[in-house]
């Protein structure tokens, strides 16, 4: 199954794609976590998305799309993806359109999980990412063992830049702009499925798991 992940910043997009791939043997393919490698070390790709991504803003499409092409032609997208991160506008979405069509695939589903503004601003204020191995850890819903210490390589926890208050708000703003569009875009498709993201990360992953009628194996 083809999947499409949707929400806003913090709505547990990344989480619910990690444990659907893992559960369902499903590549996870998540444009964001693809940039910051690029970011991390220290590319020319990277630093021009540095730029945006410190500023809360959206990396243009050509570079994204470029990106996930060539990753949606690898081998083990032939039994399924799950798309994280991409589309996040309506010209990516028709973009995306294109790039499925060259490469002979379709989206069977988008799942939309809708969290309010006033969580998301709860939620990613308690985010820390490992200084060196990137690992991401939220102060409530999973923290380290260890006091601002990575549990994986016992790296030093920091703030990311995109996730200040003021960066957030702005990543909001850009959602409920560029972003929302996108529901009505797959609603008339048919292909939008709406979940709640209010609940614990293991109801999520069940409702996501009832409405697509996927099962194990």
């Given at each position: 199954m083809n999947i499409i992940l949707l929400g806003p910043p913090g709505s547990g997009k990344g989480t619910q794609a990690e444990m659907l791939s893992k559960t369902y043997g499903i590549p996870h393919i998540s444009t964001g976590d693809i940039l910051r490698e690029e970011?991390?070390?220290?590319?020319?790709?990277?630093?021009?998305?540095?730029?945006?991504?410190?500023?809360?803003?959206?990396?243009?499409?050509?570079?994204?799309?470029?990106?996930?092409?060539?990753?949606?032609?690898?081998?083990?997208?032939?039994?399924?993806?799950?798309?994280?991160?991409?589309?996040?506008?309506?010209?990516?979405?028709?973009?995306?359109?294109?790039?499925?069509?060259?490469?002979?695939?379709?989206?069977?589903?988008?799942?939309?999980?809708?969290?309010?503004?006033?969580?998301?601003?709860?939620?990613?204020?308690?985010?820390?990412?490992?200084?060196?191995?990137?690992?991401?850890?939220?102060?409530?819903?999973?923290?380290?063992?260890?006091?601002?210490?990575?549990?994986?390589?016992?790296?030093?926890?920091?703030?990311?830049d995109d996730d200040k208050p003021e960066v957030i708000e702005r990543r909001l703003k850009v959602f409920n702009e560029e972003t929302k569009p996108l529901i009505e875009y797959y609603e008339e498709k048919r292909l939008l499925v709406r979940i709640s993201g209010m609940s614990s990360i293991d109801d999520v992953f069940r409702h996501i798991a009832e409405k697509l009628g996927l099962k194990k194996g």
């Amino acid at each position: 199954m083809n999947i499409i992940l949707l929400g806003p910043p913090g709505s547990g997009k990344g989480t619910q794609a990690e444990m659907l791939s893992k559960t369902y043997g499903i590549p996870h393919i998540s444009t964001g976590d693809i940039l910051r490698e690029e970011v991390m070390k220290g590319t020319s790709l990277g630093e021009k998305v540095k730029v945006y991504m410190n500023k809360g803003e959206l990396v243009p499409d050509e570079l994204v799309i470029e990106i996930l092409k060539k990753r949606l032609q690898e081998p083990d997208c032939k039994k399924g993806f799950i798309l994280d991160g991409f589309p996040r506008n309506l010209r990516q979405a028709k973009a995306l359109d294109i790039i499925l069509r060259d490469v002979n695939l379709k989206i069977d589903a988008v799942v939309y999980i809708d969290v309010t503004d006033e969580e998301i601003m709860r939620r990613l204020s308690l985010r820390r990412t490992c200084k060196v191995c990137g690992r991401v850890y939220n102060l409530y819903y999973n923290p380290p063992k260890y006091d601002e210490k990575c549990d994986i390589c016992g790296g030093e926890l920091f703030i990311r830049d995109d996730d200040k208050p003021e960066v957030i708000e702005r990543r909001l703003k850009v959602f409920n702009e560029e972003t929302k569009p996108l529901i009505e875009y797959y609603e008339e498709k048919r292909l939008l499925v709406r979940i709640s993201g209010m609940s614990s990360i293991d109801d999520v992953f069940r409702h996501i798991a009832e409405k697509l009628g996927l099962k194990k194996g």
